[in-house]
């Protein structure tokens, strides 16, 4: 008898590269870009290295039905997003001026609570629109075409997109489980693959908490963490759920609803042909429904489990359950989560102030500690210090040993491997001027 699998993976991708994903084709030089990572471009990514390892799927391929198990079953593909973003539901409303002291902190989340003007300036209170507010947000790259014959811009041929800078770290979660999902695998994602679009994916176990039922005679709120496709029971686009298609007997939706309707499209790489245009409900939308307390709880599971609408697979019709107004977080971080040390640890390398050939020996002794970590688990000080020996590291400093080793001792294994793909993918003019201020 198998052991059952955890119920989700907790998924973990590192940018190796510039991650341009592309909104969709634009008439103009510049096409904007998503600031994550949607649950279709990893489904899709992740079907490519499968293909890589084992082939076509198709009559002769023994592990065809893996492929469909994995890429056409019951796991869904949620969406990752970049390391401290937050998403702010269509249910919140804020004022638009915030003219007066008062006027930032005012946000009535109308899922929960009830106002239309702000107490601050007295003005009507304006709705969020769903946005992902990104640390940092995405890069902006311009390129052209060159004539040859006079080594200059083509005329009409410049072009510019928004991608996610190298070293991005984005998290999210599969639902369901699968062997091959539990591996580490490089991969390829979004477009300008010529130049960007190289990432590096771990998961880990993951068992999501059971959903908190609503306060006794309180409606269940639901939100949107991705678009959904709703369609009526004649096939017709929607943007609310349809209770006999996405609700369950005894449970209805209330008629106050705040949603906002986008059109998403895609490529399907395997044909080389576009997925149809689908009108969906944007991520950040948000529903009450009514019903007993025994139904409400049943049905807060099954979302969370399965998802809403259709396309779920796709990572369209991810869920989340609120039980409280959402309130903006401190400077960008997610609620409950604590901060990420990459960072930190990333400028302290910089801000020792290698020079190039130490530069080279720090990415050497890094690799060397993930390969001592992995063999035997642990990362005795042992090694450290031997690494810090070696003649190709004999022009550091004493203080640029001491600190390397304060930075580097006793690293757990993930954030070790996090920190190689950033100190890898460190631009060269980042590294000069790190060098440039420790030398002043």
């Known amino acids: 008898m198998t052991t059952p699998g955890p119920a989700a993976l907790a998924v973990t991708v590192v940018a190796r590269q510039r991650l341009a994903l592309g909104v969709g084709s634009e008439i103009g030089y510049y096409t904007a870009g998503h600031p994550y ?8 990514a ?21 492929f469909r198990t994995l890429f056409d079953g019951k796991i ?9 973003s937050h998403r702010t539901p269509l249910s919140v409303f804020r ?13 009535i989340d109308r ?98 908490a059971a959903p908190a039922p609503p306060a006794p005679g309180q409606p269940l709120v639901v939100r949107l963490a991705s678009p959904a496709v709703f369609v009526d029971l004649a096939g017709r686009p929607r943007l609310e759920p349809e209770p006999t298609l996405d609700l369950v007997p005894g449970a209805a939706l209330l008629p106050e609803t705040w949603t906002r309707a986008i059109t998403w499209s895609g490529w399907h790489a395997a044909s080389r042909l576009p997925k149809p245009a689908e009108l969906c409900a944007a991520a950040g939308s948000t529903y009450r429904i009514t019903g007993t307390p025994n139904v409400l709880a049943a049905l807060a599971a099954r979302l969370r489990r399965d998802g809403i609408g259709l396309r779920r697979s796709e990572g ?3 869920v989340t359950i609120a039980t409280r107004p959402w309130r903006p977080t401190a400077a960008g971080k997610k609620e409950g989560v604590t901060s990420d040390p990459l960072p930190d640890l990333h400028k302290r390398l910089l801000d020792i102030g290698l020079d190039e050939a130490a530069w080279r020996w720090l990415i050497g002794a890094l690799r060397a500690l993930q390969v001592e970590q992995h063999c035997s688990g642990t990362v005795p000080a042992s090694v450290l210090t031997e690494l810090l020996t070696q003649p190709t ?36 003019a980042d590294r000069q001027r790190a060098a440039q201020r420790a030398a002043r």
Do not use: M
């Not at 869904?76 to 401290?84: E, M, S, V």
């Not at 590291?393 to 996090?418: F, H, M």
């Open 393 to 428: 590291a004999a022009d550091l400093s004493g203080r640029q040993r001491d600190q390397l080793r304060t930075i580097l001792d006793g690293l757990p294994p993930a954030t070790l491997r996090d920190l190689t793909t950033l100190v890898l993918t460190t631009p060269a």
């Open 76 to 84: 869904r593909y949620g969406n990752l997003l970049p390391a401290g």
């Open 111 to 208: 899922a929960f609570e009830t106002g239309d003007h702000c107490p601050g300036c007295g003005r009507r209170l304006e709705q969020s629109r769903g946005d992902l507010d990104v640390p940092g947000g995405l890069t902006r790259i311009t390129r052209t075409s060159i004539d040859p014959a006079t080594g200059r811009a083509k005329d009409g041929e410049l072009y510019a997109n928004a991608a996610l800078p190298a070293g991005t770290i984005l998290t999210g979660l599969i639902h369901g489980h699968h062997p091959w999902l539990a591996q580490p695998h490089p991969l390829w994602l979004g477009g300008r693959r010529t130049v960007g679009g190289q990432a590096d994916l771990t998961t880990t176990p993951h068992q999501p």
């Open 46 to 66: 992740l079907a490519a290295a499968w293909i890589t390892e084992h082939g076509p799927p198709g009559r002769g391929n023994p592990k065809t039905d893996e």
């Open 316 to 318: 369209f019709g991810d």
């Open 95 to 107: 004022c638009k001026y915030r003219a007066e002291p008062g006027c930032p902190e005012t946000v």
């Open 37 to 44: 990572v949607p649950g279709s471009a990893l489904r899709g």
